[in-house]
Protein backbone atom coordinates (compact mmCIF):
# COMPACT_ATOMS: atom_id res chain seq x y z
CA UNK A 1 0.00 0.00 0.00
CA UNK A 2 1.60 3.31 -1.03
CA UNK A 3 2.10 5.81 1.45
CA UNK A 4 -0.27 8.36 2.17
CA UNK A 5 0.80 12.18 3.26
CA UNK A 6 -1.00 12.57 5.98
CA UNK A 7 1.62 11.39 8.63
CA UNK A 8 4.76 12.97 10.51
CA UNK A 9 8.26 12.30 11.60
CA UNK A 10 9.13 12.81 15.26
CA UNK A 11 11.98 11.45 17.76
CA UNK A 12 10.08 8.73 20.31
CA UNK A 13 9.96 9.54 23.23
CA UNK A 14 8.62 7.32 26.53
CA UNK A 15 5.42 6.93 25.66
CA UNK A 16 5.53 5.63 23.01
CA UNK A 17 6.89 2.67 24.68
CA UNK A 18 3.64 0.41 24.90
CA UNK A 19 2.95 1.37 20.62
CA UNK A 20 6.63 0.02 20.41
CA UNK A 21 6.17 -2.81 21.94
CA UNK A 22 3.21 -3.96 20.24
CA UNK A 23 5.02 -3.02 17.07
CA UNK A 24 8.24 -4.91 17.62
CA UNK A 25 6.05 -7.85 18.70
CA UNK A 26 3.45 -7.98 16.05
CA UNK A 27 5.01 -7.53 12.66
CA UNK A 28 7.06 -9.40 10.55
CA UNK A 29 8.95 -6.26 8.80
CA UNK A 30 11.45 -5.86 12.26
CA UNK A 31 14.49 -5.32 12.27
CA UNK A 32 16.30 -5.76 16.19
CA UNK A 33 20.39 -5.63 16.91
CA UNK A 34 21.49 -8.33 18.79
CA UNK A 35 22.58 -5.97 21.67
CA UNK A 36 22.92 -5.73 25.85
CA UNK A 37 20.04 -3.34 25.58
CA UNK A 38 16.44 -4.15 24.46
CA UNK A 39 15.24 -1.91 21.70
CA UNK A 40 13.13 -0.12 24.10
CA UNK A 41 16.19 0.92 25.92
CA UNK A 42 17.03 3.11 23.79
CA UNK A 43 13.85 5.52 23.38
CA UNK A 44 15.47 9.01 24.65
CA UNK A 45 18.87 8.30 22.93
CA UNK A 46 18.64 9.74 19.40
CA UNK A 47 18.77 9.43 16.53
CA UNK A 48 15.07 7.14 17.27
CA UNK A 49 12.60 8.68 15.01
CA UNK A 50 8.52 7.26 14.25
CA UNK A 51 6.51 7.72 11.23
CA UNK A 52 3.04 8.63 13.52
CA UNK A 53 0.19 8.46 11.48
CA UNK A 54 -3.35 9.26 13.45
CA UNK A 55 -1.75 9.21 16.32
CA UNK A 56 -0.63 5.64 15.83
CA UNK A 57 2.94 4.81 15.14
CA UNK A 58 3.62 3.08 11.99
CA UNK A 59 7.62 2.88 11.38
CA UNK A 60 10.43 3.21 13.35
CA UNK A 61 14.09 3.57 12.62
CA UNK A 62 16.92 3.88 15.69
CA UNK A 63 20.59 4.36 15.45
CA UNK A 64 21.71 5.57 18.76
CA UNK A 65 25.94 5.91 18.34
CA UNK A 66 27.54 3.57 21.05
CA UNK A 67 30.59 4.04 21.41
CA UNK A 68 31.15 7.14 19.70
CA UNK A 69 31.35 7.33 15.99
CA UNK A 70 29.60 3.94 15.39
CA UNK A 71 25.54 4.03 15.10
CA UNK A 72 24.22 0.62 15.09
CA UNK A 73 20.90 0.36 13.35
CA UNK A 74 19.84 -0.97 16.76
CA UNK A 75 15.73 -1.23 15.22
CA UNK A 76 13.77 -0.76 11.95
CA UNK A 77 10.02 -1.66 12.03
CA UNK A 78 6.79 -0.84 9.94
CA UNK A 79 3.48 -2.35 10.08
CA UNK A 80 1.49 -3.84 6.93
CA UNK A 81 -0.35 -0.36 6.36
CA UNK A 82 2.91 1.13 4.96
CA UNK A 83 5.30 0.28 2.06
CA UNK A 84 8.96 -1.08 3.84
CA UNK A 85 10.37 0.49 1.32
CA UNK A 86 8.66 3.77 1.55
CA UNK A 87 8.93 3.71 5.17
CA UNK A 88 13.16 3.39 4.92
CA UNK A 89 13.34 5.91 2.88
CA UNK A 90 11.63 8.41 4.83
CA UNK A 91 13.35 7.08 7.80
CA UNK A 92 16.87 7.00 6.53
CA UNK A 93 16.50 10.60 5.48
CA UNK A 94 15.64 11.81 8.68
CA UNK A 95 18.82 10.03 10.48
CA UNK A 96 21.03 10.87 8.09
CA UNK A 97 20.21 14.43 8.08
CA UNK A 98 20.47 13.83 12.16
CA UNK A 99 23.39 12.13 12.06
CA UNK A 100 25.44 14.66 9.57
CA UNK A 101 27.83 16.82 11.40
CA UNK A 102 27.39 14.90 14.77
CA UNK A 103 29.64 12.19 16.48
CA UNK A 104 28.04 9.39 14.46
CA UNK A 105 30.62 8.87 10.96
CA UNK A 106 29.69 4.94 10.48
CA UNK A 107 25.98 3.18 10.65
CA UNK A 108 26.15 -0.89 10.95
CA UNK A 109 24.23 -3.63 10.43
CA UNK A 110 24.06 -7.19 10.86
CA UNK A 111 21.30 -8.51 8.96
CA UNK A 112 19.43 -11.84 9.27
CA UNK A 113 16.48 -11.45 7.16
CA UNK A 114 16.74 -11.11 3.01
CA UNK A 115 13.94 -7.99 3.06
CA UNK A 116 16.37 -6.35 5.20
CA UNK A 117 19.39 -6.76 3.15
CA UNK A 118 17.96 -5.76 -0.25
CA UNK A 119 16.44 -2.46 1.36
CA UNK A 120 20.52 -1.74 2.43
CA UNK A 121 22.23 -2.65 -0.57
CA UNK A 122 19.72 0.01 -2.41
CA UNK A 123 20.70 2.45 -0.07
CA UNK A 124 24.47 2.06 -0.45
CA UNK A 125 25.55 0.47 2.20
CA UNK A 126 28.48 -2.17 1.71
CA UNK A 127 29.11 -5.23 2.97
CA UNK A 128 32.72 -5.63 3.64
CA UNK A 129 32.34 -8.98 6.16
CA UNK A 130 30.17 -11.78 8.04
CA UNK A 131 29.58 -12.62 11.31
CA UNK A 132 30.47 -16.91 11.59
CA UNK A 133 28.56 -18.68 14.02
CA UNK A 134 29.91 -21.35 15.76
CA UNK A 135 29.11 -24.17 18.29
CA UNK A 136 30.97 -26.57 20.89
CA UNK A 137 28.92 -29.80 21.79
CA UNK A 138 31.18 -31.12 24.13
CA UNK A 139 32.85 -33.91 22.62
CA UNK A 140 36.22 -32.30 23.37
CA UNK A 141 37.62 -30.66 26.67
CA UNK A 142 40.28 -28.50 26.55
CA UNK A 143 42.43 -28.39 28.93
CA UNK A 144 42.14 -25.78 31.51
CA UNK A 145 45.72 -24.10 32.26
CA UNK A 146 46.55 -20.69 34.01
CA UNK A 147 49.55 -18.87 32.19
CA UNK A 148 52.60 -18.62 34.07
CA UNK A 149 52.97 -15.43 35.64
CA UNK A 150 49.47 -14.31 35.19
CA UNK A 151 46.62 -14.58 37.41
CA UNK A 152 43.17 -15.83 36.71
CA UNK A 153 40.02 -15.04 38.30
CA UNK A 154 36.46 -14.00 38.61
CA UNK A 155 35.69 -10.10 37.19
CA UNK A 156 34.13 -7.83 39.61
CA UNK A 157 32.59 -4.39 38.75
CA UNK A 158 35.08 -1.66 39.77
CA UNK A 159 36.89 -3.66 36.72
CA UNK A 160 35.12 -2.26 34.07
CA UNK A 161 36.68 1.02 33.49
CA UNK A 162 40.41 -1.22 32.93
CA UNK A 163 38.04 -3.95 30.89
CA UNK A 164 37.08 -0.92 28.87
CA UNK A 165 40.55 -0.39 27.98
CA UNK A 166 41.08 -4.00 27.11
CA UNK A 167 38.23 -4.32 24.57
CA UNK A 168 39.14 -0.81 22.87
CA UNK A 169 43.26 -1.91 22.38
CA UNK A 170 42.05 -5.49 21.29
CA UNK A 171 39.16 -4.34 18.51
CA UNK A 172 38.10 -1.96 15.84
CA UNK A 173 36.06 0.67 16.18
CA UNK A 174 32.98 -0.49 15.03
CA UNK A 175 33.51 -4.05 17.09
CA UNK A 176 34.03 -1.85 20.53
CA UNK A 177 32.08 -2.04 23.49
CA UNK A 178 31.55 1.12 25.45
CA UNK A 179 31.98 0.86 29.43
CA UNK A 180 28.27 1.61 29.81
CA UNK A 181 27.57 -1.19 27.49
CA UNK A 182 30.23 -3.51 29.31
CA UNK A 183 28.34 -2.81 32.54
CA UNK A 184 24.90 -3.91 31.33
CA UNK A 185 26.83 -7.15 29.76
CA UNK A 186 28.77 -7.05 33.11
CA UNK A 187 24.94 -7.64 34.94
CA UNK A 188 23.64 -9.86 32.40
CA UNK A 189 26.97 -12.15 32.59
CA UNK A 190 26.68 -16.13 34.00
CA UNK A 191 30.76 -15.71 34.18
CA UNK A 192 33.17 -13.20 33.86
CA UNK A 193 36.53 -13.84 34.06
CA UNK A 194 39.95 -11.44 33.75
CA UNK A 195 43.59 -12.15 33.51
CA UNK A 196 46.20 -9.83 34.92
CA UNK A 197 49.61 -9.39 35.28
CA UNK A 198 51.45 -7.31 37.63
CA UNK A 199 47.88 -5.98 39.16
CA UNK A 200 46.90 -4.93 35.75
CA UNK A 201 43.88 -6.47 33.75
CA UNK A 202 45.22 -7.77 30.28
CA UNK A 203 42.46 -9.88 29.11
CA UNK A 204 38.62 -10.76 29.60
CA UNK A 205 35.67 -13.09 28.88
CA UNK A 206 31.76 -12.48 29.53
CA UNK A 207 29.72 -15.58 28.81
CA UNK A 208 25.87 -16.10 29.20
CA UNK A 209 23.46 -18.85 29.50
CA UNK A 210 19.77 -20.04 28.94
CA UNK A 211 18.11 -22.89 29.10
CA UNK A 212 19.11 -23.73 25.74
CA UNK A 213 22.88 -23.58 26.35
CA UNK A 214 25.73 -20.84 26.78
CA UNK A 215 27.38 -18.26 24.64
CA UNK A 216 30.75 -16.62 24.83
CA UNK A 217 29.30 -12.96 24.34
CA UNK A 218 33.18 -11.32 24.82
CA UNK A 219 36.51 -12.54 24.49
CA UNK A 220 39.38 -9.62 24.73
CA UNK A 221 43.24 -9.82 25.01
CA UNK A 222 45.57 -6.57 24.42
CA UNK A 223 47.66 -6.73 21.28
CA UNK A 224 51.00 -7.58 22.75
CA UNK A 225 49.93 -9.81 25.61
CA UNK A 226 48.20 -12.27 22.74
CA UNK A 227 49.94 -14.97 20.93
CA UNK A 228 50.41 -16.79 25.00
CA UNK A 229 48.18 -18.50 25.93
CA UNK A 230 45.61 -16.18 27.81
CA UNK A 231 42.86 -16.48 24.97
CA UNK A 232 42.65 -20.32 25.15
CA UNK A 233 42.95 -20.56 29.37
CA UNK A 234 40.15 -17.73 29.35
CA UNK A 235 37.68 -19.73 27.08
CA UNK A 236 38.76 -23.24 28.71
CA UNK A 237 38.09 -22.16 31.74
CA UNK A 238 34.93 -20.66 30.70
CA UNK A 239 33.82 -24.01 29.36
CA UNK A 240 34.63 -25.84 32.68
CA UNK A 241 32.62 -23.78 34.36
CA UNK A 242 29.51 -23.19 32.49
CA UNK A 243 29.21 -27.54 31.87
CA UNK A 244 29.60 -27.38 35.59
CA UNK A 245 26.38 -25.19 35.80
CA UNK A 246 24.97 -28.06 33.57
CA UNK A 247 25.40 -26.72 30.37
CA UNK A 248 26.07 -28.70 27.33
CA UNK A 249 25.84 -26.72 24.35
CA UNK A 250 28.10 -23.41 23.65
CA UNK A 251 28.13 -20.81 21.12
CA UNK A 252 29.86 -18.11 19.80
CA UNK A 253 30.12 -15.86 16.95
CA UNK A 254 33.46 -13.91 15.24
CA UNK A 255 34.02 -12.08 12.34
CA UNK A 256 34.99 -14.02 9.21
CA UNK A 257 37.69 -11.58 8.56
CA UNK A 258 39.43 -12.53 11.86
CA UNK A 259 41.32 -15.48 11.23
CA UNK A 260 43.16 -16.01 14.77
CA UNK A 261 39.83 -15.78 16.11
CA UNK A 262 38.08 -18.43 13.99
CA UNK A 263 41.71 -20.63 14.72
CA UNK A 264 41.25 -20.42 18.28
CA UNK A 265 38.05 -21.27 18.28
CA UNK A 266 38.05 -24.29 16.27
CA UNK A 267 41.34 -25.28 18.31
CA UNK A 268 39.35 -25.36 21.54
CA UNK A 269 36.91 -27.51 19.43
CA UNK A 270 34.09 -25.30 17.98
CA UNK A 271 32.90 -26.07 14.67
CA UNK A 272 31.08 -23.97 12.26
CA UNK A 273 27.70 -24.31 12.41
CA UNK A 274 27.41 -23.16 8.54
CA UNK A 275 25.20 -19.64 9.75
CA UNK A 276 26.74 -16.84 8.69
CA UNK A 277 25.46 -13.36 8.49
CA UNK A 278 26.31 -10.26 6.50
CA UNK A 279 27.67 -7.22 8.50
CA UNK A 280 26.68 -3.90 6.16
CA UNK A 281 28.31 -0.80 6.35
CA UNK A 282 27.14 3.15 5.42
CA UNK A 283 30.30 6.02 5.99
CA UNK A 284 28.87 9.05 6.65
CA UNK A 285 30.11 11.87 4.64
Not at 217 to 224: D, G, H, Q, S
Request: some cysteine; overall charge negative; hydrophobic content about 40%.
Amino acid sequence: MAVTTAFRVRSATSGDHDQLAHLISNECFVHRHLDWRTPLEWIGYPPYFVIEQQGQIKSVLACPPDPPGISWVRLFGTDKSFSVQDAWNILWETVLSFIKGREGNKVAVITLQNWYTEILEGSEFSNQQQIVMLTWMGKTFPEVKQPVGFLMRGMVEMDIPRVAEVDASAFDPLWQNSPSALRKAFGQAAFATVVEVQGIIIGYQLSTKNPLGGHLARLAVIPEQQGKGIGYSLVADMINKLTRSGVHSITVNTQSDNPISLSLYKRIGFNETGERFPVFEYEVK
